[in-house]
């Protein structure tokens, strides 16, 4: 197997311009036949590689067909033959089911409406003292709404075959989209979009240099392609174009998120107060009995620790707006999670969902879910369990005097804001009661030939499903007046 280095070394011998030509061909075949070709996520590495070390020793080479399959068949062959694929133990497949997702999973998301309808509650509708349709206009020069209706136009653009085959797309952004943009939003603020999403220059790449030196293991930048859903557009020989569009939808779901956590030092306590807001909202559509935190705070005064929800008397919601950072996602061995997770999973589960029921009852058996914005994929809990909870949950345990399987790792659920959102649709529709579903997805996560590796998956039998949450209709009303 070749190295980084050697791959780092051969990439420096070539002209930018001669393997990025080939890179965007590539891809853009690629579109056109999905089933053929080379793995995206390989094409991206090795863009992102030939932006940051191309042509650094004299005088380049020009780089032909040939070279660049090379070049790529080494990337492959560097991810294929990583330590986290070496040990065939269930545990080890675990972990790389963690990094193959992260790689990978995103690049198949689709896109609803519902999404940018969310955002639009998260970021503008549930107004507090802090304003983060504000904060992001003053470093933007556009409002949240501003940015989904470009964006939208956008994505329309790049799948004409979602309504009709009338158009084509060559990957090319047009004048003639422009144009659409500047009459129906402003030009201003479309030259403000394309700025804040286009690499190619030369701040965009110091960019990608700065995102690099977060991993210490150049082998393992091979796994992270997190870059291109913060910069999809890439501007290359005098043209404008997305570099694929199934970066696309990634970027419509968390740009605004991943811009403001970076750029805003109060955005992560202010939003986090949002997605606890926003899963209220969700609860008061449905039937259920439910009490909050400041409910439990008065029922249960002498409780040190609280959790954000209690459905009926055994279901406890946590809501965290957190993401596995980098490092874990690429290289996901039990201390670097459980020292990523430990303020976040790990206390959400440990120190607060255990208390919390130790105090009501701690004869009964109850279910955890920590809601989270972003896809953790970190499987479930009893995987989970057997990776970084285990310990810490014994130790706090013993020491507090507590029943630890007063909630068993099986009875405890990572749902991200998507998947909850469809959880309260069906409930509303009466489709499910939770209990229910908590149990049949346990007997389904026990078998090796049943289990999925995150919850939405195992809500799939219910599709199509059409999400009327009253909360996001009123946004989809608006949006495009």
Same mark, same amino acid.
């Given at each position: 197997?070749?190295?980084?280095?050697?791959?780092?070394?051969?990439i420096?011998?070539?002209?930018?311009?001669?393997?990025?030509?080939?890179?965007?061909?590539?891809?853009?075949?690629s579109e056109?036949?999905?089933?053929?070709?080379?793995?995206?996520?390989s094409?991206?590495?090795?863009?992102?590689?030939?932006?940051?070390?191309?042509?650094s020793?004299?005088?380049?080479?020009?780089?032909?067909?040939?070279?660049?399959?090379?070049?790529?068949?080494?990337?492959?062959?560097?991810?294929?033959?990583?330590?986290?694929?070496?040990?065939?133990?269930?545990?080890?497949?675990y972990k790389?089911?963690?990094?193959?997702?992260?790689?990978?999973?995103?690049?198949q998301?689709?896109l609803?409406?519902?999404?940018?309808?969310?955002?639009?509650?998260?970021?503008?509708t549930l107004?507090?003292?802090?304003?983060?349709?504000?904060?992001?206009?003053?470093?933007?020069g556009?409002?949240?709404?501003?940015?989904?209706?470009?964006?939208?136009?956008?994505?329309?653009?790049?799948?004409?075959?979602?309504?009709g085959?009338?158009?084509?797309?060559?990957?090319?952004i047009?004048?003639?989209?422009?144009k659409?943009?500047?009459e129906?939003?402003?030009?201003?603020?479309?030259?403000?979009?394309?700025?804040?999403?286009?690499?190619?220059?030369?701040?965009?790449?110091?960019?990608?240099?700065?995102?690099?030196?977060?991993?210490?293991?150049?082998?393992?930048?091979?796994?992270?392609?997190?870059?291109?859903?913060?910069?999809p557009?890439?501007?290359?020989?005098?043209?404008?174009?997305v570099?694929?569009?199934?970066?696309?939808?990634?970027?419509?779901?968390?740009?605004?998120?991943?811009y403001?956590?970076?750029?805003?030092?109060s955005?992560?306590?202010?939003?986090?107060?949002r997605?606890?807001?926003?899963i209220?909202?969700g609860?008061?559509?449905?039937e259920?009995d439910?009490?909050?935190?400041?409910?439990?705070?008065?029922l249960?005064?002498?409780?040190?620790?609280?959790?954000?929800?209690?459905?009926?008397?055994?279901?406890?919601?946590e809501?965290?707006?957190?993401?596995?950072?980098?490092?874990?996602?690429?290289?996901?061995?039990?201390?670097?999670?459980?020292?990523?997770?430990?303020d976040?999973?790990?206390?959400a589960?440990?120190?607060?969902?255990?208390?919390?029921?130790?105090?009501?009852d701690?004869?009964?058996?109850?279910?955890?879910?920590?809601?989270?914005?972003?896809? *953790?994929?970190?499987?479930?809990?009893?995987?989970c369990w057997? &990776? /970084? #909870? !285990?310990?810490? %949950?014994?130790? @706090?345990?013993?020491?507090?005097?507590?029943?630890k399987?007063?909630?068993?790792?099986?009875?405890?659920?990572?749902?991200?804001?998507?998947?909850?959102?469809?959880?309260v649709?069906?409930?509303?529709?009466?489709?499910i009661?939770?209990?229910?579903?908590?149990?049949?997805?346990?007997?389904?996560?026990?078998?090796?030939?049943?289990?999925?590796?995150?919850?939405?998956?195992? *809500?799939?039998?219910?599709?199509?499903?059409?999400?009327?949450? &009253? /909360? #996001? !209709?009123k946004e %989809?009303?608006? @949006?495009?007046?």
């Amino acid at each position: 197997m070749e190295s980084f280095n050697y791959i780092r070394n051969r990439i420096s011998e070539y002209t930018k311009k001669s393997l990025l030509d080939i890179a965007v061909r590539v891809l853009k075949n690629s579109e056109k036949n999905p089933s053929k070709g080379f793995p995206l996520f390989s094409i991206l590495t090795l863009i992102k590689w030939t932006l940051i070390y191309g042509e650094s020793k004299y005088p380049p080479k020009i780089a032909d067909y040939r070279i660049f399959v090379k070049l790529h068949q080494c990337i492959t062959d560097l991810e294929s033959n990583s330590h986290i694929l070496k040990d065939g133990n269930s545990l080890d497949i675990y972990k790389l089911i963690i990094v193959m997702a992260h790689q990978q999973f995103w690049l198949q998301d689709e896109l609803y409406m519902t999404v940018i309808y969310r955002q639009l509650v998260l970021y503008n509708t549930l107004r507090s003292k802090y304003d983060l349709n504000l904060s992001f206009k003053e470093k933007t020069g556009l409002e949240v709404k501003d940015f989904f209706k470009i964006a939208f136009i956008l994505f329309v653009h790049l799948n004409p075959d979602k309504i009709g085959n009338t158009f084509s797309y060559s990957g090319v952004i047009s004048n003639d989209w422009m144009k659409t943009i500047d009459e129906t939003i402003s030009q201003e603020k479309r030259i403000s979009f394309f700025k804040l999403l286009t690499f190619g220059t030369r701040d965009s790449i110091e960019r990608i240099k700065k995102d690099s030196a977060k991993l210490k293991s150049k082998n393992l930048q091979a796994f992270d392609n997190t870059f291109f859903s913060q910069y999809p557009i890439f501007y290359f020989n005098n043209n404008l174009f997305v570099l694929h569009k199934a970066l696309f939808p990634n970027t419509i779901r968390h740009y605004i998120y991943d811009y403001l956590k970076e750029s805003d030092t109060s955005f992560s306590e202010e939003f986090g107060k949002r997605l606890e807001k926003y899963i209220h909202l969700g609860l008061k559509e449905t039937e259920l009995d439910y009490i909050s935190e400041n409910e439990f705070k008065k029922l249960y005064p002498n409780c040190k620790k609280q959790v954000d929800f209690i459905i009926g008397s055994n279901i406890l919601i946590e809501s965290k707006a957190i993401e596995l950072p980098t490092l874990p996602s690429v290289y996901p061995e039990d201390s670097i999670l459980f020292k990523s997770l430990k303020d976040s999973v790990v206390k959400a589960y440990v120190n607060q969902m255990i208390t919390v029921a130790n105090h009501i009852d701690n004869s009964k058996t109850y279910y955890g879910i920590i809601i989270t914005y972003k896809k *953790l994929y970190l499987g479930s809990g009893q995987d989970c369990w057997e &990776s /970084f #909870l !285990k310990s810490e %949950a014994e130790r @706090f345990c013993k020491e507090n005097n507590l029943k630890k399987d007063v909630i068993p790792p099986e009875n405890l659920f990572f749902v991200d804001i998507d998947t909850w959102d469809i959880i309260v649709q069906l409930l509303v529709n009466k489709k499910i009661k939770l209990e229910e579903l908590f149990e049949e997805i346990k007997l389904l996560d026990c078998n090796p030939t049943t289990k999925k590796f995150h919850f939405k998956m195992y *809500l799939e039998k219910y599709y199509p499903l059409n999400i009327t949450l &009253s /909360f #996001l !209709k009123k946004e %989809a009303d608006l @949006f495009l007046v």
